[in-house]
């Protein structure tokens, strides 16, 4: 399916750059008259879902849900009274909290869709599944808190039950974006949904049109799809969700609510996903997936991949990963095995060592990659502060290096719905082996709303022990291309 997208990137890269330029320039006068799906929205309403939402239904306006991504449909059953449905924290494909709706007890299978409130349209999870950390924040602010749909018609609350029918209408979305990075240009316009084929079954997917490289969740420049997959929850077991298909790896493992995005938060790729667990081939893969939620504090998942994709399908790849969910602070762990895939991505330093007349990593080298990740999410500030750890090994060539960052996020800092955050992190490197500069970068950024529907930042970079200087921008829009035809 992979190799067929791939076939239309030989079209003229000219072509598509000026069509998504096109749509760039176009997406902040599309989005002023959009208006939130969530607008009319009212406690009333919320309470229908959980009852334990009071703090949520306080707000009179939710985030952005036309950026609602793939990554942030809940294919969950649960009980009205007892369902959590939180959100990013970020506006990402990242999971927030509100610790006190948090509950997924015994449940009546009413299959709800959860929307993200992040204003990331990465193909993600199809299910977002409770990662959350953070409190209701209050009205107004650029909240890692989540949106709920209304129960449907003819369902009271405590009385929904699963049939045959989709109880959710299907979703189709638009986001434009593009990140001047010093003298480098990206752009993208990418088109994602869902369609519900039962209450418990959803077909999800994202297709992408791209150039530059600062998307470090979009596989490749030219036209692609990202993610082509289906998703559902047994009847019975409503704490277990599976998918199977084409899925972005990233968006499900090494969440963060603070440090993720792009697009919301930090452009240098160090503090998106984890550069250990990225380079062990964590990407949008051929790829089957458990997420299982055993009690609410904790959340595992596993997956089987194919490392070379559909080009070279071999389930020869697993990643797993532990969440411990301990209200306002969330710690995740995570473990990745896979062969290298031949994109010459491995740890720099392993380029020095001499192989057979192949210098660095060779397609089929066994890699195994650790992370950890943390959030903490402290309401007084209305800050949320981030960790990671990476540790990433080559068996065959016997090199092995690591990689961190950490930083903070200030929400409504000095008008609604504006973020301020500051990083320091180093990109995968081998101590040992190394040779000149520190592979690091100090990051701060500030993002604003431009309109209901669009946001700009501007982003300062001080890369390899600060030689060297990097002054970005960005801008992106999202909407609903359902309600924008409707």
Do not use: C
Not at 154 to 174: C, F, K, M, N, S
Not at 194 to 203: K, Q
Not at 276 to 299: G, K, Y
Not at 307 to 334: P, Q
């Amino acid at each position: 399916m992979r190799d067929i997208a791939r076939n239309f990137q030989a079209l003229p890269l000219v072509s598509w750059m000026v069509w998504i330029a096109m749509a760039v320039i176009a997406a902040p006068v599309m989005a002023l008259p959009t208006e939130s799906i969530f607008e009319d929205l009212d406690s009333e309403s919320i309470r229908l879902v959980a009852s334990k939402f009071e703090e949520i239904a306080q707000q009179s306006e939710f985030e952005d849900p036309a950026a609602v991504d793939s990554a942030d449909i809940i294919i969950k059953l649960t009980d009205p009274e007892d369902d959590a449905l939180a959100d990013d924290a970020n506006e990402a494909t990242v999971e927030t909290a509100n610790d006190a709706a948090a509950g997924a007890a015994e449940t009546d299978p009413a299959f709800l869709v959860q929307e993200d409130s992040s204003e990331l349209a990465s193909p993600s999870d199809p299910f977002f599944f409770d990662e959350n950390s953070v409190e209701a924040p209050g009205e107004g602010v650029l909240a890692p808190l989540s949106e709920t749909e209304e129960l449907p018609d003819g369902i009271a609350e405590g009385e929904a039950e699963l049939d045959d029918a989709p109880l959710t209408p299907p979703q189709l979305r638009l986001q434009t974006a593009a990140i001047q990075e010093g003298d480098d240009f990206s752009a993208r316009a990418r088109v994602y949904g869902h369609y519900f084929l039962r209450s418990n079954v959803a077909v999800v997917g994202a297709v992408d049109l791209s150039t530059g490289n600062a998307f470090s969740d979009t596989d490749s420049t030219g036209f692609n799809i990202s993610e082509l997959f289906v998703v559902a929850s047994p009847p019975n077991a409503p704490e277990l969700r599976g998918a199977v298909g084409l899925i972005e790896l990233t968006s499900f493992f090494d969440r963060n609510s603070f440090a993720k995005d792009s697009l919301t938060h930090f452009i240098n790729p160090v503090f998106q996903t984890n550069p250990a667990l990225a380079t062990t081939q964590l990407e949008s893969q051929p790829a089957a997936l458990l997420h299982w939620r055993p009690i609410d504090e904790v959340i595992l998942k596993a997956a089987a991949f194919s490392s070379g994709g559909f080009d070279d399908l071999d389930f020869d790849a697993v990643a797993g990963e532990i969440g411990v969910n301990l209200g306002n602070l969330i710690v995740r762990g995570t473990y990745v095995s896979a062969t290298d895939d031949g994109d010459r991505d491995g740890i720099p330093e392993s380029f020095q060592i001499n192989r057979n007349g192949v210098f660095g990593p060779q397609e089929g080298d066994r890699e195994v990659s650790y992370g950890i990740n943390a959030e903490w999410f402290i309401p007084e500030l209305n800050a949320g502060l981030f960790g990671r750890y990476g540790y990433h090994r080559n068996s065959d060539l016997d090199i092995s290096g690591d990689t961190y960052s950490f930083g903070v996020n200030f929400l409504d800092l000095f008008i609604d719905d504006d973020r301020f955050g500051i990083g320091y992190g180093r990109q995968l490197s081998d101590d040992d082996r190394r040779q000149g500069d520190r592979p690091d970068v100090l990051e701060t950024f500030y993002d604003i709303r431009l309109a209901p529907n669009a946001r700009a930042a501007i982003s300062w970079q001080l890369r390899d022990e600060f030689s060297e200087s990097v002054l970005g921008f960005r801008i992106r829009a999202d909407w609903d291309l359902l309600e924008l035809f409707d």
